[in-house]
Each structure stands twice: as structure tokens, then as C-alpha cells.
């Protein structure tokens, strides 16, 4: 037998033949201009008068919230409970997600009253460590593990660094980024029901639908490479259905570190802020004292009527996305999102007033607690048995 | 900090062929030249730039790294690289093809390193940095990029062995 013709160290051979690539002439003036165009498209111009960046940091607000909505948690729920029997194509998509060290997808939401869709473009990297891009120009970073948190505002050069540990309100289970990413990899736990083919783009995608306690999703994948195109689901905003739809899935991109730091970069102007854990009760007394504060002492029909409380927010000024009232007031509607949506509560203001002493407006039953966590319509708190209650 | 336009036509021809160097498809490494950019402007966006040319040319590398894994995801049909069409005409047929499997056996085979030996390999074998410009510019220590050169190359080193089915004589 004779000795194939081979290098000795096909690796040195290699690595010169790649550096002896001939490389065409480029790059083309038409490629250059694009490049340029859309480089000075993703740079934030500095704001040029107030109505401007009032628009733009309203916008901007509704980004935010958008952003920490998901990233709390609130609006998904992939995991499954039971036992499942699912797909084959389905749990292959569930054991890619569960293999991926780092994902990548964008998130495109109608906010009731918003006039464009709300885009945030989120990246993962285990372990624990979340980026959302919410334009224009609103960073935040999340360190699950360090319980820490900044928020930039490129176009006010500002930085909101949060401590979630000084603030004595350590991330629950629950509340954690890192959660929601362990719900998309649970999939596979979840029934899958075939929703056949549909063409999305370039790709004919196959869908699954799934049911998790009060929520529907679908997903879409691509039969070819078994990874996920688009993840579609609603929940009820301001009493209208909300669509909410993942796209543009990477899993294992390249995510440099540097992108998950919890830093404020040079120039940026630092604030800090820290948020007390809150009760439910009290942010209820803290919104309801908002709003009634602005509405001549009614309060809105519902509590999770968020235009009504929109139309309040409108003579606020806000310095920026990292303004720390801001963040509270964003911290305050996620935490009244997450209980509307979990808890059993009873809310009734009809014909009441701020300051009646005796009539109830909320009222929920903690856990393990024997009697009603009540709000009074003087913004007391307080404790009654069932029989006490609204009828 | 300069014009965009400046940065883009400066630089440009080096962010070109360091990413068509390794993706080796023109449609590929224009998506990775605007890529690039867009990843700088993010990068001009958290701290100023010190050094363009180095930060264009690591930002381009992982760009590049990241398309070849791309292609690993959704592979095509086997095809020729576009450079295996060009003038091969200094060289013989016979090693300008040995050439070609060998580099594309080499960019197959960096898909599977983590990124960061990726890149540093990338940048010590293929651009020609220094440990000291690639610990600069990566975050590292010198003595942590020669430990990722060297696990780069041995896992490189036993994925091409594999690819090329070296067989030795029984003894």
C-alpha cells in the first residue's frame, strides 16, 4: 500500500492557502454609500428642539416599557406542566433552544395607542445575561446573576444603573429574564398541535399551536434546518387583543461580552435609582393617587386601563428614558401587569370619590392570609373578612 | 469622531478582504462589510474609538466567523467558492485545487471553535496580528491568547486530519 500524497501539517497549508485567497476589488462605491447610509442611520442624532425629543422620548418610553414588560416575564409563558406528546419537529425545535448558549430574536408589538409597532430586538447569553435594543437608541442590560441593571439613553447620553440587591428586592423566579428563556426552551414539554404549512417569507413553514394555562401560541418552523421562524401570541392590553410575534431567530450567534456589560460608557451621564419592593396594594394606592391627582379625584373605571392612565402621563416631563421616576412609573405598571394577569382581584369605583373614607374600591386575599387586602377610596389600606366586601 | 463617510471609504477596503477572505462569496461578504459597520457604530456608541482599523478588522473576523456558522445552519448545495473561478494562472491546476479543498477544509473546521479561538486564530494566522494587538484589542492577556491560539489549532489540526482521512500505514 503507498502512502497518500498529503502535506505534512495540512493546517500551515491551509492557513496559507486562505491567505493567498485572490479577493476582488472592492468594495464597490454603491456598497460604500449603502454602508454609509445605513451606519448614519443607526447613529441617534442629538435631539434638535424640545417637541422633537419630547415625541422621540415619549416614543421612547413606550419602547421601554415594552422592553421591561418582556424581559419581567409578564406576557409569556412556554412552560409546560404535564406531560406532553409532542411532534417530532416540534421538540427538535425545543432541543435546539435548549442546546443554545446564546439566542437572539426580535420582538414586534401593537401597543394600543401607540402609532407605530413597538420593536426590541433582545439577545441572550447564558448565564443569565440579557440585552434589549429598543429603539431609538434605549439600551437595557441585564445581569440576572449580579442583579444588576443599566438603561442607556444614547440620545440624552444618560445611564440609569439599578441595583435590584440594595434595593432589597432580589429577582424572583418569576420576574427573572432568564425564566423566559427557560420557557422557550421548555417547549417541547408543551403539547404541540400541527397547524400544517404556511409560507413565511422564503421559508414554507410548519406550525405548531400550543395552549399554556390562559395563553395560545403559535410557532412557526422551518422544516428544513428544524429552527424556529416566528413565535406568535395575544394577551388582553387595555381590553384589546395584543399581538405579540418573535422573529428573526439566531441561536448560538456570536455575542461579544462586551455587549452584556452592566457598565456606563464614557461620557454618559450616571444616575442611580433604587425601587423598594412594592405591594401590590400600594402600587395600586400609588397609581390611583396619580391618577386621581390629574382627573379632578375619580379614579379609572379599571385598573388595568392603561390609556386612561396614558392620557394622565401626557403633562409629565420626563428627562430622558433613564429618568428615575420614569423607570419607577415603568416599574409600577410591570408589577400591576404581572398581578392583573396572575392574581384574583376585585376592583369597583363606581361613584366613588378620592377621599370616601368607607367605600372599597380593591380588594385581593393574599396568600395564606386569612382576611381581604382592601384600598379604601381615602387611599387607606386595610384588612376585612369576604362578608365586608363590594357586592 | 469622523464622518461615517470618511470611516467607511478609509477602511473599507480592509474590512473587504478580511471578510471575503474567509466567506469567499461576494454576496456574503457584502452583507459582513455593512455588518460590520453597523456592529461599529454600536462599538463608537458605548466608548470612543481608539484604533479603527483594529476594531474594523475583530468586528469583521467575528462577522465573518458568524456567516460561515450561518452557512453551516442552512447549508446549500455543495458549489464551488467563487475564488476557485478565478485566475489561477501562477499556479498549477493541481495545487491551486489542493489549495482550494484545504482552505475551504479550514473554514469548515473554524465553524466549530468557540468564538473567541475563532478569532484569535483568525487574526494571528490569517491578518497577521501580534499577541500583544489581539490582547489589546479582545480584553485578554498576552498568555490567555496563546493558550486560545493553541487550542484553536489543535482542535483545527485534529478536525482537518479528519476531513482529509489521513490513513497510515499499518505497522
Not at chain 1, 447613529?43 to 417637541?51: D, G, K, R
Not at chain 1, 433613564?322 to 410591570?334: F, K, M, N, R, S
Request: with cysteine.
Amino acid at each position: 500500500m503507498t502512502e497518500p500524497h498529503l502535506p505534512e501539517d495540512p493546517l500551515a497549508r491551509a492557513e496559507a492557502a486562505l491567505r493567498a485567497v485572490p479577493v476582488p476589488p472592492g468594495p464597490t462605491d454603491a456598497l460604500i454609500a449603502q454602508t454609509v447610509a445605513a451606519a448614519e442611520a443607526a447613529t441617534p442624532a442629538p435631539p434638535l428642539v424640545f417637541m422633537r425629543r419630547r415625541r422621540t422620548t415619549m416614543h421612547a418610553f413606550v419602547q421601554l416599557a415594552a422592553a421591561l414588560l418582556v424581559m419581567a416575564g409578564g406576557f409569556f409563558y412556554f412552560g409546560g406542566n404535564g406531560p406532553g406528546s409532542p411532534a417530532l419537529a416540534f421538540a427538535e425545535i425545543a432541543e435546539k433552544l435548549r442546546a443554545a448558549q446564546t439566542l437572539a430574536y426580535r420582538m414586534q408589538m401593537e401597543l394600543p395607542g401607540a402609532a407605530k409597532p413597538v420593536t426590541v430586538r433582545f439577545l441572550f447569553k447564558d448565564p443569565g445575561h440579557v440585552r434589549a435594543e429598543a429603539a431609538p437608541g434605549t439600551i437595557t442590560i441585564m445581569d440576572q446573576a449580579q442583579h444588576k441593571t443599566v438603561i442607556l439613553d444614547s440620545t440624552n447620553k444618560t445611564a440609569l444603573l439599578i441595583d435590584e440587591k440594595k434595593a432589597g428586592q432580589p429577582a424572583t423566579p418569576e420576574d427573572a429574564v432568564v425564566q423566559m428563556v427557560e420557557r422557550l426552551r421548555k417547549l417541547g414539554n408543551t403539547k404541540g398541535e400541527s397547524l400544517g404549512k404556511k409560507q413565511i417569507g422564503n421559508i414554507e413553514a410548519q406550525g405548531f399551536r400550543m395552549k399554556d394555562r390562559d395563553m395560545v401560541f403559535q410557532v412557526w418552523a422551518d422544516p428544513a434546518t428544524r429552527l424556529p421562524v416566528q413565535i406568535e401570541s395575544s394577551l388582553r392590553l387595555q381590553n384589546k387583543e395584543v399581538t405579540v410575534r418573535l422573529t428573526d431567530f439566531e441561536l448560538d450567534p456570536r455575542l461579544e461580552d462586551t455587549l452584556f456589560q452592566v457598565a456606563v460608557p464614557a461620557g454618559y451621564q450616571v444616575r442611580k435609582t433604587e425601587f423598594p419592593g412594592a405591594r401590590p396594594e400600594e402600587e395600586v394606592v400609588r397609581l390611583l393617587r396619580f391618577y386621581a391627582a390629574g382627573s379632578g379625584g375619580t379614579f379609572p373605571a379599571r385598573l388595568d386601563d392603561w390609556a386612561a392612565l396614558d392620557q394622565q402621563f401626557k403633562n409629565k416631563k420626563w428627562t430622558g428614558t433613564t429618568d428615575p421616576e420614569l423607570i419607577a412609573w415603568v416599574q409600577t405598571i410591570i408589577r400591576l401587569v404581572q398581578f392583573t394577569q396572575k392574581t384574583k382581584y376585585g376592583y369597583k369605583t363606581e361613584g366613588v370619590k378620592l377621599g370616601d373614607a368607607n367605600k372599597i374600591v380593591f380588594w385581593y386575599k393574599p396568600a395564606d392570609a386569612a382576611q381581604y387586602r382592601v384600598v379604601y377610596g381615602d387611599l387607606r389600606v386595610g384588612d376585612v373578612d369576604a362578608e365586608q366586601l363590594p357586592k | 469622531m469622523e464622518s461615517w463617510h470618511e470611516i467607511v471609504s478609509r477602511h473599507g477596503p480592509l474590512v473587504w478582504r478580511t471578510v471575503y477572505r474567509l466567506v469567499r462569496h461576494h454576496a456574503d461578504a457584502e452583507e459582513c462589510f455593512q455588518e460590520t459597520f453597523l456592529a461599529a457604530v454600536a462599538a463608537a456608541r458605548r466608548a470612543p474609538v481608539q484604533n479603527w482599523p483594529a476594531l474594523l478588522q475583530r468586528l469583521a473576523t467575528a462577522r465573518a466567523v458568524d456567516r460561515l456558522r450561518q452557512r453551516l445552519r442552512h447549508p446549500e448545495p455543495p458549489h464551488l467558492t467563487e475564488d476557485s473561478l478565478l485566475d489561477r494562472r501562477a499556479v498549477s491546476p493541481v495545487q491551486a485545487a489542493e489549495d482550494a479543498e484545504l482552505a475551504d477544509r479550514l473554514t469548515q473546521a473554524l465553524v466549530y471553535l468557540p468564538g473567541m479561538q475563532a478569532e484569535v486564530f483568525c487574526l494571528h494566522c490569517l491578518e497577521g496580528w501580534s499577541y500583544r494587538d489581539i490582547a489589546v484589542q479582545l480584553d485578554l492577556s498576552v498568555d490567555a491568547v496563546g493558550v486560545q491560539l493553541y487550542r484553536a489549532r489543535k482542535q483545527l489540526q485534529e478536525r482537518m486530519a479528519a476531513a482529509l482521512d489521513v490513513r497510515k500505514e499499518p505497522s
